[in-house]
Nanobody
Framework: QVRLVESGGGSVQAGGSLRVSCTPSGYTPSRYCVGWSRQAPGREREGVATIWTAYGSTDYADSVKGRFTVSNDNAKFTLQMNNLIPEDTAMYYC???????????????????????WGQGTQVTVSS
């Protein structure tokens, strides 16, 4: 069973930066998919970033493109969030599965439904 441990997050003013990290443990194949999703109160969980470890290729939701960057440093995955806005306030979750799915039109799927293993979540709060 894959286990994902998250760290980071916190509170920042609009325009600031935060990062959240995720470290998988347990059975992890040589190639796997890691995604970041977020869920604000009263809203559905939405995927914001995906990375395929085989090539380091990534995909991002339009709402965070150009501001968020996901990276992999020896199986420690980090979501760097810059130029944060209040709408980014949410619980952020790391997720993983053994493969990334391709979404319609190309690119990696961001859908939370495509990931089976989940971290506990970490809070990100952006004040105006």
């Amino acid at each position: 069973q894959v286990r994902l441990v998250e760290s980071g997050g916190g509170s920042v003013q609009a325009g600031g930066s935060l990062r959240v990290s995720c470290t998988p443990s347990g059975y992890t194949p040589s190639r796997y998919c890691v995604g970041w999703s977020r869920q604000a109160p009263g809203r559905e969980r939405e995927g914001v970033a995906t990375i395929w470890t085989a090539y380091g290729s990534t995909d991002y939701a339009d709402s965070v493109k150009g501001r968020f960057t996901v990276s992999n440093d020896n199986a420690k995955f980090t979501l760097q969030m810059n130029n944060l806005i209040p709408e980014d306030t949410a619980m952020y979750y790391c997720a993983s599965d053994f493969r990334c799915l391709v979404k319609y039109g190309g690119g990696w799927s961001l859908s939370p439904a495509d990931f089976r293993f989940w971290g506990q979540g970490t809070q990100v709060t952006v004040s105006s």
